[in-house]
C-alpha cells in the first residue's frame, strides 16, 4: 500500500519552510556564511558531517556540481557545524509556531517519530544521516526534526528512481519545468548553464519526452508521472503496515499545518521543489 500524495506533500511543505522562511540568509550570514545559497547548503549537508562538494552534489541531485562547490567546502572554515544546525532548527521552528497553533503538537511529533522508527534507510543517505542527529527536546522541533527525516528519506527514494531512468540533475529539472511543476527560473535556480540546459533538452527530446521547442509531449507527460509512481512504490517498500498505518492517521493534521505554512508566506507554490500544494 502507498502512502497518499497529500501526506508527502505535506511533509514537504513543513519541512521546507526552512529555506523559504524570511530572515534565513541573515541568519546564516551571521554565523559567517557568504549568503542565502551558501546557507542552504551547509544546513541541509551538514547532517553527513562536513562533506566535500562530490558528496554534497550525488545526494542532492538535481543541482549543478559548479553551485555546489560555490557553498562547499567553504562553508566548514566559515561556521561551526553545531552553530549551522542550530540555526536551521530556529529558523523551523520560527517557520513552523504560528501554524500548528491550535493543533496537538505532541501527539503529531510522537507519531511521525514513530513512522521514523520504523523506516528502512538502506540506500537512503540523507535520511538516515537525519535519522542520526539528536532529537529536538521541543515539540515544534521535534515535529520537524521527524518530518525532515520522512522528507528526505523520499528524496533519497526520488534520486533512486531517476538515476535508475537514467535521468540526471539537469534533465530532471528540465522536466520539471516542462510540466509546469517548478518556476521558469529553474535553471538559475539549480545552477545549470545555458549550454547544459540546452543539452538536458535534446536528451529529453530524443526519448520523445519534449518536442524541440522544449514543451512536454504526452509521451513526456507520462513519463513523469511513472517517476512519481515509481517513487511511491519505492518508498512504500521501506514502510511497514504499523508506519504506513500512522502516517494515514497523521495525514489530514499535517495537510492543515501545511496550508497554514502557505497562508503564512513561509513557502509559495510553484517552488523550486517541484512538490504541489497538498
Not at 551571521?30 to 562530490?54: N, Q
Not at 566548514?76 to 521552528?93: E, K, T, Y
Not at 504560528?98 to 540506500?123: C, I, Q, Y
Not at 526519448?207 to 521547442?213: A, C, E, N, Q
Request: hydrophobic residues 45%; contains cysteine.
Amino acid at each position: 500500500m502507498t502512502q497518499s500524495r497529500p501526506f508527502w506533500r505535506a511533509i514537504e511543505a513543513i519541512h521546507s519552510g526552512v529555506y523559504f522562511a524570511p530572515g534565513a540568509k541573515e541568519r546564516y550570514e551571521a554565523l559567517g556564511l557568504k549568503g542565502y545559497w551558501m546557507g542552504y547548503v551547509a544546513s541541509r549537508s551538514v547532517a553527513l558531517g562536513t562533506p566535500g562538494p562530490i558528496t554534497v552534489t550525488a545526494v542532492f541531485h538535481g543541482f549543478a556540481p559548479a553551485i555546489i562547490e560555490r557553498a562547499v567546502p567553504d562553508a566548514w572554515s566559515l561556521a561551526d557545524r553545531g552553530a549551522i544546525l542550530a540555526a536551521r532548527h530556529d529558523l523551523a521552528r520560527d517557520a513552523l509556531a504560528p501554524a500548528v497553533e491550535g493543533s496537538d503538537v505532541a501527539a503529531l511529533a510522537r507519531t511521525l517519530g514513530l513512522v521514523v522508527e520504523r523506516l528502512d534507510f538502506a540506500g537512503k543517505p540523507l535520511a538516515a544521516a537525519h535519522a542520526d542527529l539528536p532529537v529536538p527536546d521541543d515539540e515544534v522541533g521535534r515535529l520537524w526534526h521527524a518530518a525532515t527525516v520522512i522528507r528526505e528519506y523520499r528524496g533519497d527514494c526520488h534520486v533512486a528512481v531517476l538515476t535508475a531512468a537514467g535521468i540526471d540533475g539537469c534533465a530532471a529539472n528540465a522536466l520539471a519545468v516542462a510540466t509546469g511543476l517548478v518556476p521558469p527560473e529553474q535553471r538559475t535556480f539549480r545552477g545549470w548553464t545555458d549550454d547544459e540546459w540546452e543539452s538536458a533538452i535534446g536528451r529529453l527530446g530524443a526519448r520523445g519526452w519534449v518536442d524541440v521547442s522544449g514543451q512536454i509531449t504526452d509521451t513526456g507527460r507520462a513519463a513523469r508521472d511513472q517517476i512519481e509512481d515509481t517513487t511511491d512504490r519505492v518508498c512504500a517498500a521501506g514502510l511497514d503496515r504499523e508506519a504506513t498505518a500512522r502516517a494515514i492517521t497523521a495525514e489530514a493534521p499535517l495537510v492543515e499545518i501545511a496550508r497554514r505554512i502557505e497562508q503564512g508566506g513561509a513557502i509559495g507554490y510553484p517552488n523550486p521543489t517541484g512538490v504541489p500544494r497538498p
